[in-house]
T-cell receptor
Framework: NAGVTQTPKFQVLKTGQSMTLQCAQD?????MYWYRQDPGMGLRLIYYSASEGTTDKGEVPNGYNVSRLNKREFSLRLESAAPSQTSVYFC??????????FGPGTRLTVT | AQSVTQLDSQVPVFEEAPVELRCNYSSSVSVYLFWYVQYPNQGLQLLLKYLSGSTLVKGINGFEAEFNKSQTSFHLRKPSVHISDTAEYFCAVRMENFNKFYFGSGTKLNVKP
């Protein structure tokens, strides 16, 4: 039982490049989330998926797209990376009881 | 609009001293409340949660929190901290029947010997 896994752990991109952050969970979560963490700002919600086949915008969706491929996988795509997207990205799944389980994070640097 | 306020960005404390990390929220509907801990270069780990029932909630590592509806607060406490409690702590809120979580900006607890 790996919980919530994220790949890659680290990534460096040049401005304008694209990439997809992968997230997978084996905890049978219905809801999954993508956050970014920046110093002094806590976690800000980018997108979430309440169930397989649905996605909704969070607080900071601009510049990102998501895909809920199946119940297990929820990917985050940056189509044209910008330096403002340098951050640590966390994926999380939610149990019915309410709490979220987080992955280990992806550190992304855009130069 | 939802908001979560953690007034203290940093809290220095000596080992074995008590500590309180403050969290206030704004909401016009019922909420679920959470505290998470983040150790350096790791993801967030649940410390404790309030969903319903008793307003005093006990969590892992000797932490507890009290939900105060009238003051819209959910402060985290520990009677005696250890060096290993040095980490960043986040308060989070989710409105009943909604999927979004709102996080505070975090409090860095620095336990000194």
């Amino acid at each position: 039982n790996a919980g919530v896994t994220q790949t890659p752990k680290f990534q460096v991109l040049k401005t304008g490049q694209s990439m997809t952050l992968q997230c997978a969970q084996d905890m049978n979560h219905n809801s999954m989330y993508w956050y970014r963490q920046d110093p002094g700002m806590g976690l800000r919600l980018i997108y979430y998926s309440a169930s397989e086949g649905t996605t909704d915008k969070g607080e900071v969706p601009n510049g990102y797209n998501v895909s809920r491929l199946n119940k297990r996988e929820f990917s985050l795509r940056l189509e044209s990376a910008a330096p403002s997207q340098t951050s640590v990205y966390f994926c999380a799944g939610r149990t019915g009881a309410g709490e979220q389980y987080f992955g280990p994070g992806t550190r992304l640097t855009v130069t | 609009a939802q908001s979560v306020t953690q007034l203290d960005s940093q809290v220095p404390v000596f080992e074995e001293a008590p500590v309180e990390l403050r969290c206030n929220y704004s909401s016009s509907v019922s909420v679920y409340l959470f505290w998470y801990v983040q150790y350096p270069n790791q993801g967030l780990q649940l410390l404790l949660k309030y969903l319903s029932g008793s307003t005093l909630v006990k969590g892992i590592n000797g932490f507890e929190a009290e939900f105060n509806k009238s003051q819209t607060s959910f402060h985290l406490r520990k009677p005696s901290v250890h060096i290993s409690d040095t980490a960043e702590y986040f308060c989070a809120v989710r409105m009943e029947n909604f999927n979004k979580f709102y996080f505070g900006s975090g409090t860095k607890l620095n336990v000194k010997p």
